[in-house]
């Protein structure tokens, strides 16, 4: 129990420190660009935070006895991905209280402090579900690390109406209210995805890349004996 506050803490701090830093070093006249940078720089705290907390076990070579020592992974699952959250849910209080205390401009009614929660919200768990998708797909902290920085940068140069869109609402704060419902379900989607392959083992997929790549390699040896008495 302490081991799991002392890294709540640990990344509680290094989220808030990650916020202050953004917070400083963009600039900001509205209440609208603070939201913005917010729902877009983020996420970059997910993405680390989703690859620290899912691939622990990966880093010491521990997974297969973690796996088979687990009697109960759905709810080993449901307690990870929920610590992930609530971490970010607490960052996002902290940048918000950071803000208000050094700078607030703009928040003059509560709607838009729910605007903000709800969109940065969306954003960062958006980028948990790709990431933890990833994990379960590569199991290898820096090939995650850069495929899903390889989705952030790809969204944030290309800024368009789209469900897959974790910035929607830097894009047309209008309709962002119109892709909220399916976004949600892609977060659903992407975590249950996840929580399947991991469910089959640590070396599920693994296996089945070496059962293709035999079976392509069996079928290649076939030919080239079909070949060969087809010359002779």
Known sequence: MRVYLKNYVKYIIMGTCFAAIILVSMYKTTVLDYINESVMYLPIFSIILTVLVLLETYEYKMEEIYYIADKSRVKTFIKRIMR????????????????????DIGFEHDSSKWLYFEATILSMFMFVAVTSFLCALFKNKAMVLCTASLYWIYWICNLKESFFNPFIFVENPVVFEDYRGSQI???????????????????????KVRLIIGKKGKNTRDDVKITWKEIR
Do not use: Q
């Not at 960052?91 to 700078?103: E, G, P, W």
């Not at 379900?185 to 296996?207: A, C, H, T």
């Open 84 to 103: 992930i959250m609530l971490i970010e849910i607490i960052v996002i209080m902290m940048n918000l209280v950071l803000y208000l205390l050094f700078f």
């Open 185 to 207: 379900i892609f977060i659903i989607f992407f975590v249950l995805i996840f929580f399947v392959i991991e469910s089959k083992g640590p070396f599920w997929i693994k296996d």
